[in-house]
Protein backbone atom coordinates (compact mmCIF):
# COMPACT_ATOMS: atom_id res chain seq x y z
CA UNK A 1 0.00 0.00 0.00
CA UNK A 2 1.28 3.23 1.15
CA UNK A 3 4.98 4.03 1.27
CA UNK A 4 4.43 7.34 2.64
CA UNK A 5 5.48 9.01 6.06
CA UNK A 6 3.76 6.85 9.09
CA UNK A 7 1.32 10.42 10.70
CA UNK A 8 1.78 11.40 14.02
CA UNK A 9 -0.98 8.95 15.06
CA UNK A 10 0.68 6.37 14.12
CA UNK A 11 3.37 7.06 17.18
CA UNK A 12 0.73 8.12 19.65
CA UNK A 13 -1.26 4.58 19.22
CA UNK A 14 2.09 2.89 18.87
CA UNK A 15 2.71 4.17 22.27
CA UNK A 16 -0.76 3.20 23.20
CA UNK A 17 -0.21 -0.27 22.27
CA UNK A 18 2.87 -0.33 23.72
CA UNK A 19 1.72 0.30 26.84
CA UNK A 20 -0.98 -1.34 26.78
CA UNK A 21 0.97 -5.05 26.57
CA UNK A 22 2.99 -3.83 29.23
CA UNK A 23 0.00 -3.33 31.25
CA UNK A 24 -0.82 -6.74 30.36
CA UNK A 25 2.38 -8.60 31.33
CA UNK A 26 3.96 -6.67 33.41
CA UNK A 27 2.14 -7.93 36.16
CA UNK A 28 2.10 -11.68 35.24
CA UNK A 29 6.09 -11.78 35.12
CA UNK A 30 6.26 -10.20 38.30
CA UNK A 31 4.25 -12.59 40.01
CA UNK A 32 5.87 -15.51 37.86
CA UNK A 33 9.52 -14.05 39.05
CA UNK A 34 8.31 -13.83 42.98
CA UNK A 35 6.80 -17.30 42.81
CA UNK A 36 11.01 -18.55 42.68
CA UNK A 37 11.38 -16.20 45.49
CA UNK A 38 13.50 -17.64 48.56
CA UNK A 39 12.42 -19.00 51.83
CA UNK A 40 12.90 -16.10 53.76
CA UNK A 41 11.02 -13.88 51.31
CA UNK A 42 7.87 -12.05 51.25
CA UNK A 43 4.76 -11.00 48.80
CA UNK A 44 7.02 -8.07 47.42
CA UNK A 45 10.29 -7.12 45.78
CA UNK A 46 13.26 -7.79 46.72
CA UNK A 47 14.18 -11.14 46.04
CA UNK A 48 15.80 -12.89 49.08
CA UNK A 49 17.26 -15.86 46.84
CA UNK A 50 16.34 -18.12 44.40
CA UNK A 51 14.26 -21.20 45.18
CA UNK A 52 11.74 -23.52 44.70
CA UNK A 53 10.48 -23.58 48.24
CA UNK A 54 7.43 -22.27 47.75
CA UNK A 55 6.66 -25.23 45.25
CA UNK A 56 7.21 -27.52 47.67
CA UNK A 57 5.10 -25.80 50.44
CA UNK A 58 2.46 -25.87 47.82
CA UNK A 59 2.37 -29.29 47.10
CA UNK A 60 2.60 -29.92 50.69
CA UNK A 61 -1.08 -28.10 50.54
CA UNK A 62 -1.64 -24.79 51.94
CA UNK A 63 -3.60 -25.33 55.37
CA UNK A 64 -6.39 -27.09 55.22
CA UNK A 65 -6.67 -26.76 51.72
CA UNK A 66 -5.26 -29.60 49.67
CA UNK A 67 -4.51 -28.05 46.50
CA UNK A 68 -3.22 -31.17 44.77
CA UNK A 69 -6.77 -32.72 45.07
CA UNK A 70 -8.77 -29.32 43.86
CA UNK A 71 -6.07 -29.26 40.87
CA UNK A 72 -6.98 -33.05 39.95
CA UNK A 73 -10.72 -32.46 40.35
CA UNK A 74 -9.85 -29.20 37.82
CA UNK A 75 -8.59 -31.33 35.42
CA UNK A 76 -10.91 -33.82 35.37
CA UNK A 77 -13.87 -31.79 35.32
CA UNK A 78 -12.22 -29.45 32.76
CA UNK A 79 -11.43 -33.01 30.59
CA UNK A 80 -15.10 -33.81 30.69
CA UNK A 81 -16.56 -30.04 30.02
CA UNK A 82 -14.02 -30.04 26.89
CA UNK A 83 -15.20 -33.62 25.32
CA UNK A 84 -18.97 -32.43 25.86
CA UNK A 85 -18.62 -29.61 24.51
CA UNK A 86 -17.29 -30.92 21.36
CA UNK A 87 -19.98 -33.40 21.06
CA UNK A 88 -22.84 -31.27 21.58
CA UNK A 89 -21.58 -28.14 19.99
CA UNK A 90 -20.81 -30.68 16.95
CA UNK A 91 -24.56 -32.08 17.11
CA UNK A 92 -25.87 -28.34 17.09
CA UNK A 93 -23.44 -27.14 14.42
CA UNK A 94 -24.33 -30.08 12.28
CA UNK A 95 -28.53 -29.39 13.14
CA UNK A 96 -28.47 -25.89 12.46
CA UNK A 97 -26.94 -26.22 8.60
CA UNK A 98 -30.25 -27.87 8.15
CA UNK A 99 -33.57 -26.11 9.28
CA UNK A 100 -35.21 -26.97 12.52
CA UNK A 101 -38.24 -25.75 14.52
CA UNK A 102 -37.29 -23.87 17.29
CA UNK A 103 -33.68 -22.93 15.96
CA UNK A 104 -33.76 -19.05 16.48
CA UNK A 105 -35.16 -19.46 20.07
CA UNK A 106 -32.19 -21.90 20.71
CA UNK A 107 -29.75 -19.82 19.08
CA UNK A 108 -30.71 -16.48 21.19
CA UNK A 109 -30.72 -18.82 24.35
CA UNK A 110 -27.24 -19.79 23.97
CA UNK A 111 -26.27 -15.83 23.29
CA UNK A 112 -28.35 -14.85 26.16
CA UNK A 113 -26.87 -17.83 28.40
CA UNK A 114 -23.65 -16.22 27.57
CA UNK A 115 -24.16 -12.86 28.63
CA UNK A 116 -26.00 -13.40 31.80
CA UNK A 117 -24.56 -12.35 34.54
CA UNK A 118 -23.03 -15.74 36.23
CA UNK A 119 -23.83 -14.72 39.76
CA UNK A 120 -27.46 -15.05 38.62
CA UNK A 121 -26.82 -18.85 36.79
CA UNK A 122 -24.64 -19.78 39.40
CA UNK A 123 -27.78 -19.09 42.08
CA UNK A 124 -30.72 -20.58 39.66
CA UNK A 125 -28.28 -23.81 39.78
CA UNK A 126 -28.08 -23.85 43.18
CA UNK A 127 -31.12 -23.18 44.06
CA UNK A 128 -32.89 -26.07 41.73
CA UNK A 129 -30.68 -28.59 43.24
CA UNK A 130 -31.70 -27.66 46.57
CA UNK A 131 -35.33 -27.83 45.53
CA UNK A 132 -34.70 -31.27 43.89
CA UNK A 133 -32.95 -32.36 47.22
CA UNK A 134 -35.98 -31.40 49.30
CA UNK A 135 -38.05 -33.30 46.82
CA UNK A 136 -36.25 -36.10 46.62
CA UNK A 137 -35.91 -36.31 50.60
CA UNK A 138 -39.60 -35.97 51.14
CA UNK A 139 -40.10 -38.83 48.33
CA UNK A 140 -37.16 -41.17 50.62
CA UNK A 141 -39.44 -40.23 53.89
CA UNK A 142 -42.58 -40.88 52.52
CA UNK A 143 -41.53 -44.70 51.35
CA UNK A 144 -39.69 -45.04 55.01
CA UNK A 145 -36.22 -45.52 53.35
CA UNK A 146 -34.70 -44.19 56.15
CA UNK A 147 -31.29 -45.69 55.48
CA UNK A 148 -30.89 -44.34 52.08
CA UNK A 149 -32.27 -40.64 53.89
CA UNK A 150 -29.54 -40.83 56.16
CA UNK A 151 -26.93 -41.83 53.47
CA UNK A 152 -27.80 -39.24 51.06
CA UNK A 153 -26.80 -35.61 51.10
CA UNK A 154 -27.11 -33.72 48.26
CA UNK A 155 -27.33 -34.39 44.60
CA UNK A 156 -24.80 -31.16 43.99
CA UNK A 157 -21.81 -32.10 42.77
CA UNK A 158 -18.53 -31.27 40.11
CA UNK A 159 -20.07 -33.61 37.68
CA UNK A 160 -23.58 -32.44 38.40
CA UNK A 161 -24.34 -29.09 38.88
CA UNK A 162 -21.09 -27.74 38.15
CA UNK A 163 -20.89 -29.58 34.64
CA UNK A 164 -23.64 -27.94 33.97
CA UNK A 165 -22.89 -24.49 35.33
CA UNK A 166 -19.83 -24.94 33.25
CA UNK A 167 -21.65 -26.00 29.79
CA UNK A 168 -23.97 -22.83 30.13
CA UNK A 169 -20.89 -20.99 29.70
CA UNK A 170 -18.99 -23.39 27.30
CA UNK A 171 -21.57 -24.29 24.90
CA UNK A 172 -22.59 -20.98 23.38
CA UNK A 173 -18.99 -20.00 22.87
CA UNK A 174 -18.52 -23.96 21.12
CA UNK A 175 -21.83 -23.54 18.98
CA UNK A 176 -20.63 -20.11 17.97
CA UNK A 177 -17.33 -21.73 16.62
CA UNK A 178 -19.26 -24.21 14.73
CA UNK A 179 -21.51 -21.79 12.99
CA UNK A 180 -18.64 -19.45 11.69
CA UNK A 181 -17.17 -22.95 10.53
CA UNK A 182 -19.78 -24.24 8.69
CA UNK A 183 -20.87 -20.83 7.33
CA UNK A 184 -17.47 -21.90 5.60
CA UNK A 185 -17.83 -24.73 4.48
CA UNK A 186 -18.11 -25.61 1.25
CA UNK A 187 -21.14 -28.46 0.35
CA UNK A 188 -19.66 -29.30 -2.62
CA UNK A 189 -17.45 -31.89 -0.76
CA UNK A 190 -20.28 -33.87 0.52
CA UNK A 191 -22.36 -33.58 -2.71
CA UNK A 192 -19.31 -35.39 -4.40
CA UNK A 193 -19.13 -37.98 -1.80
CA UNK A 194 -22.89 -38.46 -2.10
CA UNK A 195 -22.61 -38.57 -6.11
CA UNK A 196 -19.24 -41.17 -5.42
CA UNK A 197 -21.81 -43.82 -3.23
CA UNK A 198 -20.86 -42.58 0.03
CA UNK A 199 -23.63 -43.18 2.63
CA UNK A 200 -24.48 -40.02 4.96
CA UNK A 201 -22.04 -41.58 8.03
CA UNK A 202 -19.63 -42.25 5.76
CA UNK A 203 -20.00 -38.56 3.28
CA UNK A 204 -19.48 -37.45 7.74
CA UNK A 205 -16.75 -39.52 8.63
CA UNK A 206 -14.00 -39.19 5.99
CA UNK A 207 -15.56 -36.22 4.32
CA UNK A 208 -16.94 -33.41 6.88
CA UNK A 209 -15.16 -34.60 9.97
CA UNK A 210 -11.49 -34.53 8.45
CA UNK A 211 -12.38 -31.17 7.65
CA UNK A 212 -13.65 -29.47 10.79
CA UNK A 213 -10.86 -31.13 13.13
CA UNK A 214 -9.19 -28.41 13.42
CA UNK A 215 -12.34 -26.19 14.74
CA UNK A 216 -13.07 -28.69 16.93
CA UNK A 217 -10.09 -29.20 17.92
CA UNK A 218 -10.32 -25.54 18.86
CA UNK A 219 -13.73 -25.76 20.75
CA UNK A 220 -12.46 -27.96 22.80
CA UNK A 221 -9.15 -26.20 23.82
CA UNK A 222 -12.16 -23.29 24.91
CA UNK A 223 -14.29 -25.56 27.09
CA UNK A 224 -11.04 -26.67 28.93
CA UNK A 225 -9.49 -23.59 29.31
CA UNK A 226 -13.10 -22.00 30.30
CA UNK A 227 -13.59 -24.66 32.63
CA UNK A 228 -10.43 -24.58 34.12
CA UNK A 229 -10.74 -20.84 34.95
CA UNK A 230 -14.45 -20.44 35.91
CA UNK A 231 -15.12 -19.35 39.61
CA UNK A 232 -18.53 -16.91 39.12
CA UNK A 233 -21.27 -19.64 37.65
CA UNK A 234 -19.93 -22.44 39.84
CA UNK A 235 -19.59 -20.63 42.97
CA UNK A 236 -23.30 -21.20 43.97
CA UNK A 237 -23.71 -24.37 42.25
CA UNK A 238 -20.81 -26.84 43.31
CA UNK A 239 -21.26 -28.89 46.71
CA UNK A 240 -19.02 -29.82 49.17
CA UNK A 241 -15.46 -30.12 46.97
CA UNK A 242 -14.52 -27.12 45.26
CA UNK A 243 -12.68 -26.83 41.91
CA UNK A 244 -9.17 -25.10 42.11
CA UNK A 245 -9.93 -21.05 40.75
CA UNK A 246 -12.70 -21.75 43.66
CA UNK A 247 -9.77 -22.25 46.48
CA UNK A 248 -7.82 -19.90 44.73
CA UNK A 249 -10.42 -17.35 45.20
CA UNK A 250 -10.34 -18.33 49.02
CA UNK A 251 -6.57 -18.28 49.26
CA UNK A 252 -6.28 -14.63 47.86
CA UNK A 253 -7.38 -13.90 51.56
CA UNK A 254 -5.89 -16.24 53.94
CA UNK A 255 -2.28 -16.98 52.35
CA UNK A 256 0.14 -14.61 52.86
CA UNK A 257 3.20 -15.94 51.41
CA UNK A 258 4.49 -16.72 47.92
CA UNK A 259 3.37 -20.09 47.90
CA UNK A 260 0.23 -18.04 46.35
CA UNK A 261 2.40 -17.26 43.71
CA UNK A 262 3.86 -20.49 42.71
CA UNK A 263 0.14 -21.95 42.52
CA UNK A 264 -0.02 -18.95 40.08
CA UNK A 265 2.92 -19.83 38.01
CA UNK A 266 1.51 -23.56 38.07
CA UNK A 267 -2.12 -23.33 36.38
CA UNK A 268 -0.77 -20.93 33.80
CA UNK A 269 1.83 -23.81 32.67
CA UNK A 270 -1.04 -26.44 32.71
CA UNK A 271 -2.71 -23.21 30.07
CA UNK A 272 0.00 -22.79 28.26
CA UNK A 273 0.68 -26.89 27.61
CA UNK A 274 -3.19 -26.84 26.71
CA UNK A 275 -2.87 -24.35 24.54
CA UNK A 276 0.95 -25.72 23.07
CA UNK A 277 -0.80 -29.55 22.80
CA UNK A 278 -3.87 -27.87 21.19
CA UNK A 279 -1.67 -26.06 18.45
CA UNK A 280 0.26 -28.98 17.77
CA UNK A 281 -2.72 -31.29 17.36
CA UNK A 282 -4.15 -28.12 14.58
CA UNK A 283 -1.05 -28.58 12.91
CA UNK A 284 -0.51 -32.38 12.94
CA UNK A 285 -4.39 -32.33 11.83
CA UNK A 286 -3.59 -29.87 8.75
CA UNK A 287 -0.47 -31.50 7.83
CA UNK A 288 -2.24 -35.02 7.62
CA UNK A 289 -5.12 -33.22 5.60
CA UNK A 290 -2.55 -31.78 3.35
CA UNK A 291 -0.74 -35.12 3.05
CA UNK B 1 -25.69 -36.96 7.61
CA UNK B 2 -29.59 -37.56 6.83
CA UNK B 3 -29.54 -37.78 10.99
CA UNK B 4 -32.86 -35.09 11.89
CA UNK B 5 -31.78 -32.27 13.01
CA UNK B 6 -33.76 -32.03 16.18
CA UNK B 7 -31.83 -34.72 16.71
CA UNK B 8 -28.85 -33.74 16.76
CA UNK B 9 -29.73 -30.83 18.46
CA UNK B 10 -31.24 -32.25 21.50
CA UNK B 11 -28.49 -32.69 23.85
CA UNK B 12 -27.20 -28.71 23.18
CA UNK B 13 -31.14 -27.83 24.06
CA UNK B 14 -31.28 -30.22 26.92
CA UNK B 15 -28.53 -28.37 28.90
CA UNK B 16 -29.84 -24.90 28.34
CA UNK B 17 -33.40 -26.60 29.49
CA UNK B 18 -32.12 -28.21 32.40
CA UNK B 19 -28.86 -25.66 33.89
CA UNK B 20 -30.34 -21.92 32.40
CA UNK B 21 -33.87 -21.61 31.63
CA UNK B 22 -35.34 -23.79 34.30
CA UNK B 23 -32.85 -22.39 37.37
CA UNK B 24 -33.79 -18.88 35.66
CA UNK B 25 -37.60 -19.74 35.86
CA UNK B 26 -37.03 -21.04 39.62
CA UNK B 27 -35.33 -18.25 40.72
CA UNK B 28 -38.32 -16.07 39.24
CA UNK B 29 -40.51 -18.39 41.09
CA UNK B 30 -38.69 -18.23 44.20
CA UNK B 31 -37.80 -14.68 44.47
CA UNK B 32 -41.70 -14.29 45.90
CA UNK B 33 -41.60 -17.35 48.70
CA UNK B 34 -40.93 -17.00 51.98
CA UNK B 35 -37.53 -18.74 54.03
CA UNK B 36 -37.09 -19.63 57.74
CA UNK B 37 -33.66 -20.29 58.56
CA UNK B 38 -33.53 -24.13 57.25
CA UNK B 39 -36.11 -24.25 54.61
CA UNK B 40 -37.88 -22.65 51.84
CA UNK B 41 -41.66 -22.18 52.21
CA UNK B 42 -43.88 -21.66 49.12
CA UNK B 43 -45.76 -19.08 49.22
CA UNK B 44 -46.74 -15.59 47.38
CA UNK B 45 -45.19 -12.54 48.79
CA UNK B 46 -43.70 -9.37 47.90
CA UNK B 47 -42.23 -8.43 50.88
CA UNK B 48 -38.26 -9.57 49.51
CA UNK B 49 -38.81 -6.93 47.11
CA UNK B 50 -39.58 -4.29 49.32
CA UNK B 51 -37.20 -5.38 51.62
CA UNK B 52 -34.37 -5.32 48.48
CA UNK B 53 -35.57 -1.44 48.19
CA UNK B 54 -33.51 -0.05 51.13
CA UNK B 55 -30.71 2.82 51.45
CA UNK B 56 -28.40 0.34 51.74
CA UNK B 57 -29.20 -1.48 48.56
CA UNK B 58 -29.27 1.49 46.53
CA UNK B 59 -25.74 2.33 47.33
CA UNK B 60 -24.71 -0.71 46.74
CA UNK B 61 -26.36 -0.36 43.14
CA UNK B 62 -24.83 2.85 42.60
CA UNK B 63 -21.85 1.66 43.70
CA UNK B 64 -21.60 -0.91 41.46
CA UNK B 65 -23.41 1.57 38.48
CA UNK B 66 -20.30 3.82 39.02
CA UNK B 67 -17.98 0.69 38.33
CA UNK B 68 -19.85 -0.33 35.53
CA UNK B 69 -20.00 3.42 33.78
CA UNK B 70 -15.87 3.77 35.06
CA UNK B 71 -15.22 0.70 33.68
CA UNK B 72 -17.38 0.98 30.23
CA UNK B 73 -15.51 4.26 29.43
CA UNK B 74 -11.97 2.91 30.28
CA UNK B 75 -11.94 -0.66 28.19
CA UNK B 76 -14.18 1.38 25.20
CA UNK B 77 -11.78 4.14 24.85
CA UNK B 78 -8.68 1.68 25.37
CA UNK B 79 -10.13 -1.07 23.63
CA UNK B 80 -10.92 1.46 20.42
CA UNK B 81 -7.64 2.81 20.19
CA UNK B 82 -6.07 -0.78 20.57
CA UNK B 83 -8.24 -1.81 17.95
CA UNK B 84 -7.73 1.01 15.62
CA UNK B 85 -4.22 0.59 15.72
CA UNK B 86 -4.15 -2.79 14.81
CA UNK B 87 -6.43 -2.33 12.32
CA UNK B 88 -5.81 0.78 10.60
CA UNK B 89 -2.23 1.13 10.92
CA UNK B 90 -0.75 -2.31 11.33
CA UNK B 91 -0.32 -3.16 7.74
CA UNK B 92 0.59 -6.75 6.92
CA UNK B 93 -1.46 -9.62 7.90
CA UNK B 94 1.42 -11.22 9.89
CA UNK B 95 2.09 -8.53 12.53
CA UNK B 96 -1.67 -8.30 12.81
CA UNK B 97 -1.97 -11.50 13.86
CA UNK B 98 1.31 -11.51 15.76
CA UNK B 99 0.35 -8.36 18.23
CA UNK B 100 -3.35 -9.71 18.38
CA UNK B 101 -2.07 -13.04 19.66
CA UNK B 102 0.34 -11.03 21.93
CA UNK B 103 -2.75 -9.77 23.22
CA UNK B 104 -4.82 -12.78 23.91
CA UNK B 105 -1.82 -15.17 25.32
CA UNK B 106 -2.44 -13.38 29.07
CA UNK B 107 -5.87 -14.13 28.73
CA UNK B 108 -5.06 -17.87 29.24
CA UNK B 109 -4.16 -17.13 32.68
CA UNK B 110 -6.91 -17.65 35.40
CA UNK B 111 -8.60 -14.04 36.29
CA UNK B 112 -7.61 -15.15 39.93
CA UNK B 113 -3.74 -15.13 39.13
CA UNK B 114 -4.54 -12.07 36.90
CA UNK B 115 -6.11 -10.37 40.40
CA UNK B 116 -3.23 -10.92 42.71
CA UNK B 117 -0.32 -10.04 39.96
CA UNK B 118 -1.05 -6.50 41.17
CA UNK B 119 -0.37 -7.64 44.79
CA UNK B 120 3.84 -7.19 44.43
CA UNK B 121 3.25 -4.15 42.17
CA UNK B 122 0.76 -1.64 44.17
CA UNK B 123 0.66 -3.01 47.52
CA UNK B 124 2.26 -1.20 50.65
CA UNK B 125 5.47 -2.24 49.44
CA UNK B 126 4.95 -2.97 46.50
CA UNK B 127 7.01 -1.53 43.11
CA UNK B 128 5.01 1.35 42.67
CA UNK B 129 5.40 2.74 46.24
CA UNK B 130 9.02 1.80 46.38
CA UNK B 131 9.87 3.33 43.18
CA UNK B 132 7.94 6.79 44.19
CA UNK B 133 9.67 6.82 47.54
CA UNK B 134 13.15 6.15 45.98
CA UNK B 135 12.43 9.21 43.80
CA UNK B 136 11.39 11.03 47.23
CA UNK B 137 8.03 11.65 44.96
CA UNK B 138 6.06 10.50 48.70
CA UNK B 139 6.82 9.99 51.90
CA UNK B 140 5.11 7.56 52.94
CA UNK B 141 3.42 4.61 51.27
CA UNK B 142 0.25 5.46 49.03
CA UNK B 143 -2.27 3.53 50.78
CA UNK B 144 -5.05 3.62 47.88
CA UNK B 145 -3.54 1.72 45.20
CA UNK B 146 -4.09 -1.76 46.74
CA UNK B 147 -7.67 -3.02 47.76
CA UNK B 148 -9.36 0.25 46.53
CA UNK B 149 -11.64 1.38 44.10
CA UNK B 150 -8.62 2.30 42.13
CA UNK B 151 -7.23 -1.25 42.10
CA UNK B 152 -10.92 -2.78 41.04
CA UNK B 153 -11.23 -0.46 38.04
CA UNK B 154 -7.42 -1.35 37.44
CA UNK B 155 -8.33 -5.21 37.76
CA UNK B 156 -11.56 -4.76 35.49
CA UNK B 157 -9.77 -2.97 32.38
CA UNK B 158 -6.83 -5.58 32.92
CA UNK B 159 -9.09 -8.74 32.89
CA UNK B 160 -11.45 -7.40 30.55
CA UNK B 161 -10.61 -4.74 27.49
CA UNK B 162 -9.78 -7.97 25.38
CA UNK B 163 -14.04 -8.43 25.42
CA UNK B 164 -13.85 -4.97 23.74
CA UNK B 165 -10.56 -5.42 21.38
CA UNK B 166 -11.83 -8.68 19.65
CA UNK B 167 -15.21 -7.32 18.16
CA UNK B 168 -14.16 -3.86 17.61
CA UNK B 169 -11.43 -4.88 15.65
CA UNK B 170 -13.81 -7.50 13.73
CA UNK B 171 -15.98 -4.45 12.63
CA UNK B 172 -12.88 -2.48 11.98
CA UNK B 173 -11.71 -4.55 9.73
CA UNK B 174 -15.03 -4.73 8.05
CA UNK B 175 -14.41 -1.77 6.74
CA UNK B 176 -13.98 -1.00 3.01
CA UNK B 177 -10.56 0.82 3.12
CA UNK B 178 -12.31 3.12 -0.22
CA UNK B 179 -14.28 4.66 2.31
CA UNK B 180 -11.39 6.08 4.36
CA UNK B 181 -9.87 7.68 1.60
CA UNK B 182 -12.85 8.92 0.11
CA UNK B 183 -13.20 10.91 3.49
CA UNK B 184 -9.63 11.82 3.48
CA UNK B 185 -10.04 13.18 -0.35
CA UNK B 186 -13.36 14.58 0.65
CA UNK B 187 -10.83 17.04 3.03
CA UNK B 188 -11.49 15.43 6.57
CA UNK B 189 -8.97 15.97 9.24
CA UNK B 190 -8.10 12.57 10.49
CA UNK B 191 -10.38 13.03 14.09
CA UNK B 192 -13.28 13.86 11.54
CA UNK B 193 -12.46 10.49 9.77
CA UNK B 194 -12.89 8.24 12.83
CA UNK B 195 -15.54 10.39 14.49
CA UNK B 196 -17.94 10.07 11.16
CA UNK B 197 -16.78 6.84 9.13
CA UNK B 198 -15.16 4.85 11.50
CA UNK B 199 -17.04 5.05 14.68
CA UNK B 200 -20.51 4.39 13.32
CA UNK B 201 -19.18 1.73 10.77
CA UNK B 202 -17.63 0.11 14.29
CA UNK B 203 -21.09 0.38 15.85
CA UNK B 204 -22.04 -3.74 15.79
CA UNK B 205 -18.29 -4.20 18.17
CA UNK B 206 -18.71 -1.40 20.34
CA UNK B 207 -22.24 -2.57 21.31
CA UNK B 208 -21.25 -6.13 21.73
CA UNK B 209 -18.29 -5.59 23.84
CA UNK B 210 -20.18 -3.02 25.73
CA UNK B 211 -22.94 -5.85 26.38
CA UNK B 212 -19.54 -7.69 27.49
CA UNK B 213 -18.19 -5.61 29.59
CA UNK B 214 -21.01 -4.31 30.83
CA UNK B 215 -23.08 -7.24 31.92
CA UNK B 216 -19.58 -8.61 33.47
CA UNK B 217 -19.25 -5.86 35.68
CA UNK B 218 -22.83 -5.67 36.72
CA UNK B 219 -22.71 -9.51 38.05
CA UNK B 220 -19.58 -9.56 39.41
CA UNK B 221 -18.61 -10.85 42.97
CA UNK B 222 -15.21 -12.15 42.50
CA UNK B 223 -13.43 -8.63 41.14
CA UNK B 224 -14.76 -6.67 43.68
CA UNK B 225 -14.05 -9.46 45.67
CA UNK B 226 -10.38 -9.60 45.17
CA UNK B 227 -9.30 -6.12 44.82
CA UNK B 228 -11.75 -4.77 46.88
CA UNK B 229 -10.23 -6.97 49.76
CA UNK B 230 -13.45 -8.23 50.38
CA UNK B 231 -14.39 -4.93 51.89
CA UNK B 232 -16.37 -3.12 49.16
CA UNK B 233 -20.08 -3.87 48.49
CA UNK B 234 -21.46 -5.02 45.25
CA UNK B 235 -24.97 -6.04 44.04
CA UNK B 236 -23.38 -9.83 42.85
CA UNK B 237 -21.88 -10.04 46.47
CA UNK B 238 -25.34 -9.28 47.67
CA UNK B 239 -26.23 -12.48 46.15
CA UNK B 240 -23.56 -14.47 46.97
CA UNK B 241 -23.49 -14.09 50.18
CA UNK B 242 -27.52 -14.37 51.01
CA UNK B 243 -27.42 -17.43 49.25
CA UNK B 244 -24.60 -18.68 51.63
CA UNK B 245 -26.83 -18.21 54.22
CA UNK B 246 -29.35 -19.99 52.62
CA UNK B 247 -31.68 -16.43 52.05
CA UNK B 248 -32.74 -17.57 48.29
CA UNK B 249 -35.74 -16.21 48.28
CA UNK B 250 -34.07 -12.57 48.61
CA UNK B 251 -31.61 -13.38 46.79
CA UNK B 252 -33.67 -14.66 44.21
CA UNK B 253 -35.19 -11.10 44.33
CA UNK B 254 -31.87 -9.20 43.84
CA UNK B 255 -31.00 -11.31 41.35
CA UNK B 256 -34.33 -10.61 38.81
CA UNK B 257 -33.68 -6.98 39.85
CA UNK B 258 -30.10 -6.93 38.40
CA UNK B 259 -31.01 -9.11 35.69
CA UNK B 260 -33.74 -6.58 34.89
CA UNK B 261 -31.07 -3.79 35.16
CA UNK B 262 -28.79 -5.55 33.24
CA UNK B 263 -30.85 -5.96 30.70
CA UNK B 264 -32.12 -2.29 30.75
CA UNK B 265 -28.71 -1.19 30.21
CA UNK B 266 -28.47 -3.24 27.12
CA UNK B 267 -31.28 -2.36 25.68
CA UNK B 268 -31.12 1.15 25.92
CA UNK B 269 -27.43 0.74 24.27
CA UNK B 270 -28.89 -0.71 21.47
CA UNK B 271 -31.62 1.84 20.79
CA UNK B 272 -28.43 4.58 21.43
CA UNK B 273 -27.07 3.20 18.69
CA UNK B 274 -30.04 2.74 16.16
CA UNK B 275 -30.77 6.33 16.70
CA UNK B 276 -27.81 7.19 15.63
CA UNK B 277 -28.25 5.38 12.57
CA UNK B 278 -31.42 6.66 11.89
CA UNK B 279 -30.23 10.46 12.42
Known amino acids: MHVDKRP ?47 F ?27 LLTVLLSLGAGLAFRKRFAGSGVLFYTSVASLIMPSIVVSLGIGLQFRLVDTAF ?56 AADLGATPWQSFRHVVLPLIAPSLVGVGMFGFTLSWDEIARTSQAIGDVNTLPLELQGLTS ?28 VKFLGKRRGA | MKAPATLQATPFALVFLLFLVLPLVLV ?62 VKSVGAQTLLFILC ?21 NGLVNQGLQALNIIDSPIEWLLFSD ?31 EAARDGGATGWQTVWNVVVPLSRTGIVIGSIFVITIVMGDFVTIGVMGGQQIASVGKIIQVQTSYLQFPMAAANAVILLAVTLMMIWGLTRLVDIRKEL
Open chain 1, 56 to 82: GKLWEGMGVVDVAAAFRRSVALGTVVM
Open chain 2, 150 to 180: FSVVLAFVHLYTMFMIVPIFNSMMRIDRALI
Open chain 2, 104 to 124: TVPFWTSNVIRMISWVPLLGR
Open chain 1, 137 to 192: KAVLESVGAAGLLEGYGTAMGLYTSALGAHLTWTLPFGLLIMLAVFNRFNPAFEEA
Open chain 1, 8 to 54: RSFYALAAVFGAFVLFLYGPMIAIFVLSFQGPEGGLTFPMRGVSLHW
Open chain 1, 254 to 281: TVTTPAIYALGTVTTVVSFVVMGCTLAL
Open chain 2, 28 to 89: GVVSFWRASDYELIPAFTLQNYVDVFNATTARTYLSTLKFCVLVWAVTLLLGFAVAYFLAFH
